[in-house]
């Protein structure tokens, strides 16, 4: 390559570098003047506080997610009440600590939080994916200060077990590359909270969750990145997939699940309208005779 081709492929990459930051710039102010930072014991924790009204909402995120992924769906749950979603240490915003990143310590830091932030249970607790077994967990702990429950696709604690014992030894090797804590994708605590995965569900495995507290359980129909390519398998697997989350509601008096076909994993970005609207609904909000 000789030093013209050099010097042209520079100044175009400057030239995109610039126009991205003129692009998305404005994104990102927006983004970090809509958050604030609070201080817990063992980091700096980046919060984002929506809206007015009870109960008061809190969102958990995902395995190496951040709150910035659920940004439609606070929105959306913010028009009807006060809505709260955060970053856990070394994750998003938030300052990183030397802590396990087991649901002990994330229940401690969501305690800290919410009494540094001085909000009073109790709490709606919507978890997506591992969200879900902290928001169990949390229940399992402190079942007085929980109004109530949101599961979103919660991967269950046996469903890795279920893939090993079920799936031919070829089909495992796309879980297993993704399991895997050398995964290139995964660093920093990203890789932390994948490699205490396990050890999370043995602390939720068993566990039931109060009777009196209301559950919605949202369950991805198309999770095809957890189910097998072949056409009768994904549907076996999708069939294993819905009823093991269904089991959540196993002696709950009120409890309800909803699985749609259309939606991914990640369904807070494909309808996060209609799983605010049923939220909304099933747990009264806005009607203040109910809280």
Known sequence: MNSRVVVFVGIVLVLLALISYFLFRPVLINLLKDQTSVSISSANISVRDHGVGKP????????GGRKDNYLKLQKALSAH???????RPGLGYSSENTEART???????????????????PYLLVGHSLGGHVIRYYADRHPDSVAGLVFLDT?????????????SAKDQERPQKFWDVNNPRF????REEKSAFEENSDMVRGLKI?????????????SFNHFRRDEQLFEVDRKKWVDMQASLLDGVVN????????MTHWLQEDKPDYISDEIVKFFSIGDASKH
């Open 56 to 63: 008061v909402v809190v969102i958990i995120h995902s395995m």
């Open 81 to 87: 009440t006060r809505v709260i979603s955060y970053d």
């Open 103 to 121: 649901l002990d310590v994330i229940e401690k830091d969501l305690n800290e939080l919410l009494a540094s932030m001085q909000v009073p249970p």
């Open 155 to 167: 991967l269950h604690e046996d469903w890795n077990q279920y893939v090993k014992d079920s799936w």
């Open 187 to 190: 660093t920093g605590v990203r």
């Open 210 to 222: 109060p009777k009196d507290i209301p559950v919605l359980i949202f369950t991805s129909g198309n």
């Open 255 to 262: 409890g309800k699940q909803i699985v749609d076909p259309d």
